[in-house]
């Protein structure tokens, strides 16, 4: 054991003999022309750096940097500046005339991926063919090889010609790459933007063999934070994994087996495009649940679920105030197209299946070729177009429903759950904005539409008009028993600026017989509406009960939703009846009795 110790001490001396005669023999200024010459070389860019280089031999023998750049060629600015830079070294090749680099350290870097900072090509230069590699500098007596980076507490500007520039923040990267150019990747980074805050956490694979033309490798996973103005108050967060290429003579990035996550929803499917102008994306996604409540703000209470869904994050009190438009939207530059199927989802507390949208968007102009699905027994297509190349988003849709619940329906658009029953509708609506609110106030319409088996939740119109006429005489009767609420109702209905206007809905069941015209105003939440009520089934006095029988009754409603009024003229059409009875009977006595007979 003590001789173990002892071997151990020496090696130890020696290690520490040689790294402190490195450090006094050699100087680490002599590599700094052969760096710049290699760099220049092997890529075209050059480095500068800003201070004398100098060692560090704990824990790591190490070559510090101060300040340092480097630049592509032709270009305004430089590709990376840092205020530090450590290049590990390994002991042995020095002492063999060789400089190898295990790790680069970048220290408080700014790095632009910028038009600015891109290589430019000289004037009148020959173009080389798309594939060729770049030559390498001829054999030097000294060799440069390096297999990790690190970068630390940085920024990355990204900004594509002709587009809005982005910064990522607190970037970190470590990058360590083996003798076959494959490369593990850790990055992590925040972007903030328009009052939006994007965290990402990344590790992966990547294979650089091919680069500069093509990168390729497996994206292990990739955890992401989004939250912010406009989105809900616990934002969106989820991860994302796949096998990726991306392409840099076409600026072309492709994802397949792709696995992501956002908040509770799933999907999974590829994903290709383009970063260059005009941007491209192509998305094929299938969703085993896609709640968009949880992706979304200002959506009501989820039936059942007892608590009240996120409402957006505000921005903070003294922040100027943001108007809402499209000028910042990604979709103005973007091509893209969207198959997305969903086998669960959620959407203003109704539960739809089997999901299916086609979607394609020429930068700004959004066309839905397909968005249907089913809710509950019923059917729904909603196909249409969604334009916000102006300030102002325009949409215009075609909806087509067949047998869906009205009551969760009237839940899901904020209005009173005030009727049951199923409706088929078929119509255009087209005006400005998309949230229901924007659509209550400015979408302007038209449908016709089929309501079967119908019931007011608070009202029995029957009853009604049996009290009625019980209280305005007691000479007619009617036993028939309540009917299970109107069968069959159908019409045309309007839609303007949030008044929906019905001139004549008509229909019934066995035993009413009813006409529906007015309007409902669901932004000022008033309505006027009148049916006219035909209820069979009277007996007792003849002519009285012929008359009910035959003679529609108006039922008015009108006001305020909370407050409620309504008129049903009973006494007047009895009075009626009445008094043309009595105008009868005192005809025929006249008849009966001439003046020239006195």
């Given amino acids: 054991m003590r001789r173990l110790i002892t071997t151990l001490a020496i090696l130890l001396v020696v290690v520490v003999a040689g790294m402190a005669a490195l450090v006094l023999l050699v100087n680490p200024n002599d590599f700094r022309a052969y760096m710049v010459k290699q760099v220049e070389q092997r890529s075209g860019y050059q480095l500068v ?54 790790q680069v350290m970048l220290k408080n870097a700014i790095i632009r991926a910028t038009p600015e900072s891109a290589p430019q090509k000289p004037g009148g230069a020959p173009i080389g063919p798309g594939d060729s590699e770049p030559a390498l500098a001829a054999s030097q007596s000294w060799s440069l090889a390096i297999a990790k980076l690190r970068v630390a507490d940085s920024l990355l500007i990204w900004q594509q010609p002709g587009g ?22 850790e990055l992590s980074t925040r972007l903030s933007r328009n009052q939006r805050n994007l965290s990402v956490n990344l590790q992966g694979e990547m294979d650089v063999s091919r680069y500069p033309h093509q990168v390729s490798g497996e994206l292990a996973q990739l955890d992401y934070a989004l939250d912010g103005a406009n989105l809900p108050v616990q934002g969106i967060k989820g991860a994302l994994s796949g096998k990726a290429i991306w392409n840099a003579d076409k600026q072309q990035f492709s994802l397949a087996d792709l696995q992501l996550t956002a908040n509770d929803s799933t999907l999974q499917g590829s994903a290709e495009g383009r970063i260059a102008m005009p941007q491209q994306l192509r998305l094929a996604l299938h969703a085993t649940s896609l709640n968009i409540d949880n992706l979304a703000v200002s959506t009501p209470v989820s039936s059942g679920s007892g608590t009240v869904q996120a409402a957006p994050v505000q921005p903070p009190v003294i922040a100027e105030p943001v108007l809402r438009n499209n000028a910042d939207s990604p979709l103005n530059t973007l091509n893209l197209q969207l198959a997305l199927k969903a086998d669960q989802s959620q959407w203003r507390g109704l539960t739809l299946s089997n999901l299916q949208i086609d979607a394609s968007n020429q930068q700004g ?15 729904f297509s909603l196909p249409g177009q969604i334009d916000i190349r102006q300030p102002v988003t325009r949409a215009a849709f075609q909806p087509e429903l067949e047998n869906i619940a009205i009551a969760p329906l009237l839940k899901a658009l904020a209005l009173p759950a005030a009727l049951e029953g199923t409706l088929s509708l ?22 016709d539409l089929e309501a079967t088996n119908l019931q007011l939740t608070q009202l029995n119109l029957q009853q009604m008009v049996r009290r009625a006429v019980a209280r305005a005489s007691s000479e007619v009767t009617n036993d028939q028993p309540d009917s299970q609420g109107i069968q069959q109702l159908a019409g045309h209905i309007s839609l303007q600026q ?34 006219n009520m035909m209820l069979r089934g009277w007996k007792g006095d003849e002519r009285l009960a012929k008359v009910l029988n035959q003679q529609p009754i108006p039922l008015r409603m009108y006001g305020r939703w909370d407050k409620l009024q309504y008129s049903l003229p009973i006494d007047d059409v009895v009075r009626q009846q009445l008094q043309s009875e009595a105008k009868s009977r005192l005809n025929q006595w006249l008849d009966r009795h001439p003046s020239g007979a006195h």
């Fill in 49 to 102: 750096t800003g201070s004398d280089l100098r060692w560090h031999v704990w824990p790591q023998l190490s070559i510090l940097s101060g300040r340092m750049s480097l630049t592509a060629p032709g270009a305004s600015q430089p590709l990376v500046t840092a205020e530090n830079m450590r290049l590990d070294v390994d002991l042995w090749p020095l002492l063999t005339h060789q400089l190898s680099v295990s």
């Fill in 164 to 185: 809005e520039e982005y910064n990522f923040r607190n970037l970190n990267l470590s990058l360590d790459q083996d003798s076959r150019k494959q490369n593990h990747i």
């Fill in 365 to 379: 102009l959004m066309t839905l070729s397909r968005l249907q699905g089913r809710l509950g027994d019923g059917h």
């Fill in 426 to 447: 078929q119509g255009k609506v087209s005006g400005a904005g998309l949230s229901v609110e924007e659509a209550k106030q400015n979408w302007q319409g038209s449908a």
């Fill in 498 to 531: 949030g008044k929906v206007a019905f001139t004549d809905l008509q229909g019934g069941s066995s035993q009413l017989a009813l006409q529906t015209r007015g309007t409902v105003d669901v932004v000022q939440q008033q309505l006027d509406v009148t049916i």
